[in-house]
Nanobody, 121 residues
Framework: QVQLVESGGGLVQAGGSLRLSCAAS????????MGWFRQAPGREREYVAA????????DYADLVKGRFTISRDNAKNQAYLQMNSLKPEDTAVYYC??????????????WGQGTQVTVSS
């Protein structure tokens, strides 16, 4: 059974930083590109970033490019999202899941509980 557990969210002032973590189990972690998505109240879930299976390639949505950095540690079955220069519009629940980098979409319908990020102005 696939389990995805996100953590690291919180309340931060605009311009601040947070580092999100995603712990994955029940799958061969190194076989999948991993991505982060977010969903703000009243809005659809949107793609944020992805990292290739080896960690050697990354992809970012334009809205976060230059501010967020995605990475992974295959030995620990974990993915990370370092978020800098946060803006109020980054406020959302953040989720991680296996992803198709080319399609910028989840490959399975597996979602964790997410982690709330709130950025105050």
């Amino acid at each position: 059974q696939v389990q995805l557990v996100e953590s690291g969210g919180g309340l931060v002032q605009a311009g601040g930083s947070l580092r999100l973590s995603c712990a994955a189990s029940g799958l061969t972690f190194s076989s999948y590109a991993m991505g982060w998505f977010r969903q703000a109240p009243g809005r659809e879930r949107e793609y944020v970033a992805a990292v290739s299976r080896s960690g050697g390639s990354t992809d970012y949505a334009d809205l976060v490019k230059g501010r967020f950095t995605i990475s992974r540690d295959n030995a620990k079955n974990q993915a990370y999202l370092q978020m800098n220069s946060l803006k109020p519009e980054d406020t959302a629940v953040y989720y991680c899941t296996p992803v198709s980098i080319l399609a910028r979409k989840n490959v399975f319908d597996y979602w964790g509980q997410g982690t709330q990020v709130t950025v105050s102005s």
